[in-house]
């Protein structure tokens, strides 16, 4: 097993935060205790791009990123500190949004199948000319189509002439290409190459070629080779044709790299057998975050919206089948032309798509995920059994076109189905709507959380956790705000139908999203919510969308924002409530964060989450990071200083510190897990676990706790020796007093005694 990283911290580098920019801040990287660097993807993207994932040329650094001196600068910077570095990669899918900036994709638009890069794209030339669905949905959008330097341009994209092909009328040039240029509305209807999601600009790369794999990787194989690169975070696997063969051969290009996937495993779901550390974390945000939630609240929050007749389950499969038939059409009338022979094929496979349990299968593993695909598709559309007993053989053989086609498929109405629709839709307790989550799951119990932890102790030990990352809908202590609202269901049904009462919202379900979201993130900027409703609604595509936005809709939950702000009665009502429940959401953070830290697996920081974060979904959570502050923080904490529980988040700082510190000094103390049990009348408030030295307490529900009276005389019986708290200084043996241990911080880090 390569050695693995002891803790990592992500950063989102982009044009304006640059590499030269990161290069200032591994000192003070390396201070709060990481030993990895983790960086967005660095190849060059399209200009301007603020993430890096819509990357254009695998064979360089990003140009707006510094370029190839500025990562040799980097490098130099890391190793003088001691820290190495993970990288992310994007191997599924190139950017061709602008064929200008992209040389492979130019060449095929110019050449056709013809074209030494054809292979690289999943493209189906059978079906005539390449469809770019960059037009307007106008009838007349052609006739701004002009031909100018032997390139024909529309609205300022350019577009290649095949030789021999550049005389006539532009529109005559255009019919001569090898692709055609089509509406915008008809990317989810018959578009015949292979996306990213249902993101035309992105179009899927044939990785399981071994040349489009050379091509893709070699500049990052050569930073490997140059011992620059010790990790890589492989993006969106479950769109490649062949995850495994993938791996299998990435691992022997780089044999002494921690490798992590970007797989977002459904509860009590396991990765195959690829040769990874693990996933990039998004389990362990739903176990370590559901440890907050009260599970008693349930019934009240499901009082609270228009919640379907068969519950989330329901919402989930609704959402499912309108991507499936709208914005993933193209990807559905691919799949049933391979099936012609099979009358009703689009519709059952839209059924078994929509049904389908988890993001994907991986053939021959996962076969039982297709199973409870054909027994709900069954059970919902008894009139489909025909067809499905025709597609099941061809779907249950992992050599079959039609399986290879559906598993990339499957991923995608997963994704843009529940992560983009329904997650927006099902607003009961949106603590809950989280990637990799399940909101039907009402909390994550003490005894399912060490399970859980003892599972991946075994299994996936050096696996990456996460509590937030790039694509997380909501920031971590959002979320540990929310959970605070769990324990006072009844106040929040009376202060929300209230508040509801005179801010006017779409319907009550979005109502709660937004009401929800807002105390969750309180004080938030009008702009910054406004922007956050604008694309909750259109993701939600209940009452807007993206295609045909409602602006009098959107303008009307923009003035519902400004009614918040700006009204001084309920202004008032609502700091009241967020500065009563700040607390409570402050000690439900420091105990997530002390427990993802400290569990198992390879804890990941995102950028600025060592102090408190209130960023909602992206772009939100890109915004940029006041370093100073932390670095100054950090060196204050350093001259002994005990941090007050307050707005500054130093005690969070505080936290992440000395766990990634111990983790990397003393990685011996991480070796092993065992559930550690506290006695007394409020047992159930409080998580503790031994690493194998290191032992973690967390206070949880401490609503409850305080309406109980406090730990009063419940105890912590410790391992054998002296052990001291890490974060206090505090010394303790035998059996600790909660009340005591827990007094100042509601969190301790147990280390063996001098």
Same mark, same amino acid.
Request: charged share 25%; proline share 7%; net charge negative.
């Given at each position: ?9 992500? @950063? ?14 591994? #000192?003070?990287? !390396?201070?709060?205790?990481? =030993? ?41 910077? /890391? ?75 529309? #609205? ?26 089509? =509406? ?49 975070? @492989? ?36 990765? +195959? ?35 379907? %007749? ?20 193209? &990807?559905?009338?691919? /799949? ?8 009703? %094929? ?8 929509? =049904? ?21 598709? /069954? ?6 059994? !025909? ?13 079959? &076109? ?51 932890? !003892? ?83 259109? &993701?939600? !595509? ?15 939950? =923009? ?8 009204? +001084? ?41 060592? /102090?408190?974060?209130?960023?909602? @979904? ?55 897990? #065992?559930? @550690? ?39 912590? +019986? ?29 969190? %301790? ?6």
């Amino acid at each position: 097993m390569p050695e693995a990283p002891t803790g990592t911290y992500r @950063v989102q580098i982009r044009p304006d935060f640059d590499l030269r920019a990161v290069l200032d801040i591994v #000192r003070y990287l !390396a201070s709060l205790g990481v =030993s990895h660097l983790y960086s967005s993807p660095l190849l060059q993207a399209v200009p301007g791009s603020s993430h890096g994932y819509d990357v254009v040329d695998h064979t360089r650094v990003s140009t707006e990123l510094g370029g190839e001196p500025a990562r040799r600068e980097l490098m130099a910077g /890391l190793r003088a500190v001691g820290l190495g570095l993970v990288v992310d990669i994007v191997p599924n899918h190139f950017a061709v949004g602008r064929p200008e900036h992209n040389r492979a994709w130019w060449d095929v638009l110019r050449c056709g199948p013809d074209s030494d890069h054809a292979g690289w794209f999943d493209i189906d030339w059978t079906s005539g000319p390449l469809l770019l669905p960059v037009l307007d949905d106008d009838p007349a959008a052609l006739h701004e189509l002009r031909f100018v330097n032997g390139e024909l341009v529309y #609205r300022g994209r350019r577009f290649p002439v095949a030789a021999g092909t550049g005389h006539g009328t532009p529109h005559q040039v255009h019919e001569r290409q090898h692709y055609r240029l089509v =509406s915008s509305r008809r990317s989810g209807v018959d578009l015949n190459y292979r996306r990213f999601f249902a993101e035309s600009h992105l179009a899927g790369l044939r990785i399981e070629d071994p040349e489009v794999f050379r091509a893709v990787h070699q500049e990052v194989l050569r930073w490997y080779a140059a011992g620059d690169v010790a990790g890589i975070r @492989v993006d969106h696997p479950d769109g490649m044709r062949d995850p495994t063969g993938y791996f299998e051969r990435l691992a022997a290009a780089a044999p002494d790299a921690w490798l992590v996937a970007e797989k977002i495993p459904q509860p009590g779901e396991d990765l +195959p057998d690829w040769p990874v550390a693990g996933t990039t974390g998004y389990d362990a945000l739903r176990e370590v975050c559901g440890l907050f939630v009260d599970p008693t609240a349930e019934p009240a929050f499901t009082a609270l919206g228009d919640t379907p %007749a068969g519950g989330w389950r329901e919402a989930a499969y609704q959402a499912r089948r309108e991507v499936v038939t709208s914005m993933l059409g193209s &990807e559905l009338r691919r /799949l049933s032309r391979l099936t012609p022979e099979v009358p009703d %094929a689009a519709d059952a496979l839209a059924e078994l798509l929509s =049904s389908f349990p988890v993001y994907r299968g991986y053939l021959p593993y996962g076969r039982e995920y297709l199973e409870q695909a054909v027994t709900a598709t /069954l059970n919902r559309r008894p009139e489909l059994a !025909a067809a499905v007993a025709r597609l099941v053989p061809r779907l249950e053989d992992p050599d079959d &076109e039609l399986a290879l086609r559906f598993q990339q498929t499957s991923g995608a109405v997963m994704g843009k189905g529940v992560e983009d629709r329904a997650f927006y839709r099902w607003s009961r307790f949106v603590a809950l709507n989280e990637v990799g989550g399940d909101p039907s799951r009402f909390g994550v119990s003490v005894e399912e959380f060490h399970e859980a932890c !003892a599972r991946r102790q075994r299994r996936w030990p050096f696996g990456m956790t996460s509590l937030s990352t790039h694509d997380t809908k909501r920031g971590e202590d959002v979320r540990a705000r929310m959970a605070a609202l769990s324990e006072l269901p009844s106040r929040w049904a009376r202060l929300s139908g209230r508040w509801l009462g005179v801010v006017p919202v779409p319907d009550r379900n979005f109502g709660q999203l937004l009401l929800q979201t807002a105390v969750g993130a309180w004080p938030i900027e009008p702009a910054r919510l406004r922007e956050y409703a604008v694309k909750a609604g259109r &993701e939600a !595509a209940v009452w807007t969308n993206w295609e045909d936005p409602d602006r009098a809709a959107e303008a009307a939950v =923009s003035a519902a924002i400004d009614r918040i702000h700006h009204d +001084p009665g309920l202004r008032a009502e609502i700091d009241r409530f967020a500065a009563e429940i700040r607390p409570y959401g402050w000690s439900n953070s420091l105990g997530q964060k002390l427990v993802q830290l400290a569990m198992p697996g390879v804890p990941d920081t995102y950028q600025g989450c060592e /102090l408190w974060d209130d960023s909602l @979904v992206d772009p939100d959570n890109r915004r940029p990071v006041d370093f100073a502050s932390r670095r100054a923080l950090l060196a204050r904490l350093d001259t002994g200083w005990l941090p007050p529980i307050d707005a500054t988040g130093a005690v969070k700082l505080l936290v992440t510190s000395r766990v990634l510190r111990l983790r990397r000094e003393r990685p011996e103390l991480f070796g092993g897990y #065992r559930p @550690v049990y506290a006695d007394g009348p409020a047992r159930c408030h409080v998580v503790a676990f031994d690493r194998g030295g290191a032992i973690a307490v967390a206070t949880r529900l401490p609503v409850g706790l305080r309406r109980a009276g406090g730990w009063r005389e419940t105890v912590l +019986p410790l391992p054998t020796g002296e052990w001291t708290d890490l974060l206090t200084g505090a010394s303790y043996h035998g059996v600790a007093r909660l009340a005591e241990m827990l007094n100042r911080y509601p969190v %301790a880090l147990l280390g063996p005694g001098a």
